[in-house]
């Protein structure tokens, strides 16, 4: 029996788990006879009103628990891990995976590859269900884990294991057909690269998987990322303005059939494609609720009219302001606009937009999620700066003031000798940094 990665850290006070004597060290071993794999077995399982749960102490003996507790009611247990269990890694060699593209010398945790389906549950991840066998499908089923967020890239077998290189990816369209029929909602991704799933392959793909409307609810496509560091990796091109224009012309088309007949349209363009094809970024209507955003599907456009209704909400006035907004290159026109209009309603603020080129990646990495804090310190130690500098949250590991080259806020305001102000992902949020630099 699998019990050294169940173990509680902590119990709450006054809880059942208080209770009945269990204490941080011990190890939930079994529900009502059922082995405890993960988290999931352990909320689906204490659902009732009446459960023996089994515990190995942490002085190794076993003990039998008969608890009487409420239907709903949890046994105020924290555990070591979030899922009880080890993180499952990725068994494919994809063609475009970014993992893959890292330079050496990052933390270990960044080369991590995870693919596993409680994730995408828990966190959102997106998952390519290469290493889940039948019963983890049907048992994902059964617990009502859902949406599910499924990298699909391509519903031709063949084409999809040869981009995933592995021989189980194959099985996609038996799986979606699965998930189907057990009513689990959906959503999904296609990575394009370009000459492999795009064009006929990309129109296939989408045509496919509108067959689980409404089940799955939303598609999105991205253009893969391509670091400066993929020695003897595929060779992929980037994409050009033109593939761009026909990448959204074929799902502009798709969502025009796919509204009328389901009254959604589904498929989406990340905002990438519109960037690079120098198109406007559509309204809020096209997006169908921002249910793709952490693909960067709307993003734009929704930070774009946030940023508006703040400024909107403000009156105009004579106050003096100096800050820089490090962004990149994607993003830097629209920010570039965004702040000509804000400076029009109040004069005497200055924001300059300081677009960082990836040198760390590679320039082809253009978005501001991927800036390292050593390009921000290198390209912005000339300038003036003015009294702040933003830095947007999607730069920062989670939860942490540390980018993805391990360089520190603290380090960057050392560095260039001013502070740094850390933006939310969200519009209003950018106009108060600017204006209200005393609530910073």
């Given at each position: 029996m699998r019990t050294h990665i169940q173990k509680i850290l902590s119990v709450d006070e006054g809880s059942i788990g208080q209770e009945m004597g269990l204490e941080p060290g011990d190890v939930i071993a079994a529900i009502n006879g059922h082995r405890i794999e993960d988290v999931f077995d352990y909320q689906y399982l204490i659902k009732d009103e009446h459960i023996d749960v089994l515990v190995q102490t942490k002085d190794g003996q076993e003990v039998l628990l008969d608890i009487d507790k409420d239907f709903d009611e949890d046994l105020g247990l924290e555990f070591e891990s979030s899922l009880m269990d080890d993180y499952r890694s990725c068994s494919n060699k994809c063609i475009f995976?970014?993992?893959?593209?890292?330079?050496?010398?990052?933390?270990?945790?960044?080369?991590?590859?995870?693919?596993d389906s409680r994730l995408s549950f828990l966190q959102g991840n997106y998952i390519t269900m290469t290493n889940m066998s039948d019963q983890s499908l049907?048992?994902?089923?059964?617990?009502?884990?859902?949406?599910?967020?499924i990298s699909v890239h391509t519903t031709d077998p063949q084409l999809r294991i040869a981009m995933l290189h592995n021989r189980f990816a194959g099985k996609i369209n038996d799986q979606l057909n699965m998930l189907r029929d057990g009513g689990i909602i959906m959503n999904g991704q296609i990575v394009l690269c370009k000459g492999v799933n795009d064009g006929i392959q990309l129109d296939k793909t989408?045509?496919?998987?509108?067959?689980?409307?409404?089940?799955?609810?939303?598609?999105?496509?991205?253009?893969v990322g391509l670091s400066d560091h993929r020695e003897g990796l595929c060779r992929l091109e980037p994409f050009t303005k033109e593939d761009a224009c026909q990448v959204i012309d074929c799902i502009e088309g798709w969502q025009d059939k796919i509204y009328k007949e389901f009254g959604t349209h589904f498929v989406q363009a990340s905002d990438e494609w519109y960037l690079l094809a120098g198109r406007s970024i559509p309204q809020e209507d096209r997006y169908d609720g921002y249910l793709q955003l952490e693909n960067g599907v709307g993003m734009l456009r929704l930070f774009m009219d946030e940023f508006?209704?703040?400024?909107?909400a403000r009156a105009g006035d004579d106050r003096i302001r100096h800050v820089t907004v490090a962004t990149g290159t994607s993003a830097g026109p629209t920010l570039m606009m965004l702040a000509g209009e804000l400076t029009r309603k109040f004069p005497h603020v200055r924001v300059d937009?300081?677009?960082?080129?990836?040198?760390?990646?590679?320039s082809h990495i253009t978005v501001s999620g991927l800036m390292t804090g050593s390009d921000i310190i290198r390209q912005l130690?000339?300038?003036?700066?003015?009294?702040?500098?933003l830095i947007?949250?999607?730069?920062?590991?989670?939860g942490e003031d540390v980018l993805l080259d391990d360089i520190r806020v603290p380090d960057i305001e050392s560095a260039l000798q001013i502070p740094v102000s850390i933006v939310q992902s969200n519009g209003q949020d950018l106009v108060k940094k600017i204006l209200d630099q005393e609530t910073v």
């Open positions: 995976c970014f993992i893959d593209q890292l330079p050496d010398g990052l933390r270990d945790t960044l080369y991590f590859k995870d693919d049907q048992r994902l089923i059964d617990y009502r884990l859902e949406p599910i967020n989408i045509r496919d998987l509108t067959h689980y409307i409404p089940l799955m609810e939303s598609l999105s496509v991205v253009p508006r209704q703040e400024l909107s937009v300081r677009e960082i080129i990836n040198n760390f990646f590679g130690r000339t300038y003036d700066l003015g009294t702040s500098l947007p949250v999607n730069a920062l590991r989670s």
